[in-house]
């Protein structure tokens, strides 16, 4: 399985941040913090015309979950969803909860844990892509090598 999970989407960046926000809440999660890497980059002098907002989100119980397990899986929360511009399409994606808790840990409780997460997560992405219930092709996976 591809480690990304990325759709296009044709909504403006602005919009499918703000949708994105709301698909968080949606599945139970929240928005522990919003990093604004296109913002942060041109307020160091950096030339850099795209777009990238990074949500950090996160299920309280989940993570409890998975540090109960594995302490040290800390450095794995919380999950990353990317809001981004590249040559003027909006995508919104992240890397995999389950593959990458694979990467860490060959425990199946935890794996099971990772792959309902990504199931959430993905949901969380395909409500932000889609422009509404009737346009639900309008989003579609993009396979990112």
């Not at 919104?92 to 990504?118: K, Y």
């Amino acid at each position: 399985m591809n480690p990304l999970f990325v759709l296009n989407t044709s909504k403006s960046f602005e919009s499918a941040c703000t949708d994105l926000q709301t698909a968080v809440i949606k599945q139970g999660f929240g928005v522990m913090a919003v990093h604004d890497l296109g913002e942060t980059l041109r307020s160091k002098g950096i030339t850099f015309a795209e777009s990238c907002r990074v949500f950090e989100v996160c299920s309280p119980q989940q993570a409890a979950k998975v540090l109960a397990h594995d302490m040290s899986l800390n450095m794995a929360l919380p999950c990353r969803i990317s809001v981004y511009t590249d040559a003027g399409q909006t995508l919104i994606g992240m890397i995999r909860p389950s593959e990458m808790l694979h990467a860490l840990s060959s425990d199946p409780e935890l794996i099971d844990l990772a792959r309902q997460v990504d199931t959430s997560t993905s949901a969380m992405i395909k409500d932000a892509a889609l422009e509404s219930e009737l346009a639900s092709h309008s989003a579609h996976q993009t396979i990112v090598p």
